[in-house]
């Protein structure tokens, strides 16, 4: 059964950075995507970014291109959301996901049935 516990939210001013961690577990991840959401307060879960295990390619939200960056890392089986020029916008709780594709990869990964979550990270932003 797969596990994702997120880490690393917090207090920001704007401008700033911070790093969220996804620490999946429960078995081995190959053939995974893997996913950043966020939901601010009142508003839907929106997609924020995504990364193919396998192959490290990304996809990310135009929100957040240029600012965010996602990665992998194989040997701790960790997901990393690196954000940077942090702006009040940003501020909700984010959740990591993940989701087991199998065949013809789609470009845009944010849709993708994500069904393996985790219980979220607040990030606050403040202007």
């Known amino acids: 059964q797969v596990q994702l516990v997120e880490s690393g939210g917090g207090l920001v001013q704007a401008g700033g950075s911070l790093r969220l961690s996804c620490a999946a577990s429960?078995?081995?991840?190959?053939?995974?995507?893997m996913g950043w959401f966020r939901q601010a307060p009142g508003k839907e879960r929106e997609f924020v970014a995504a990364?193919?295990?396998?192959?490290?390619?990304?996809y990310y939200a135009d929100s957040v291109k240029g600012r965010f960056t996602i990665s992998r890392d194989n040997v701790k089986n960790t997901v990393l959301l690196q954000m940077n020029s942090l702006k009040a916008e940003d501020t909700a709780v984010y959740y990591c996901?993940?989701?087991?594709?199998?065949?013809?990869?789609?470009?845009?990964?944010?849709?993708?049935?994500?069904?393996?979550w985790g219980q979220g990270t607040q990030v606050t932003v403040s202007s």
């Open positions: 996901a993940a989701v087991r594709v199998i065949g013809m990869e789609v470009p845009d990964y944010s849709q993708y049935d994500f069904r393996v």
């Open positions: 990364i193919r295990w396998s192959s490290e390619n990304t």
């Open positions: 429960g078995r081995t991840f190959s053939d995974y995507y």
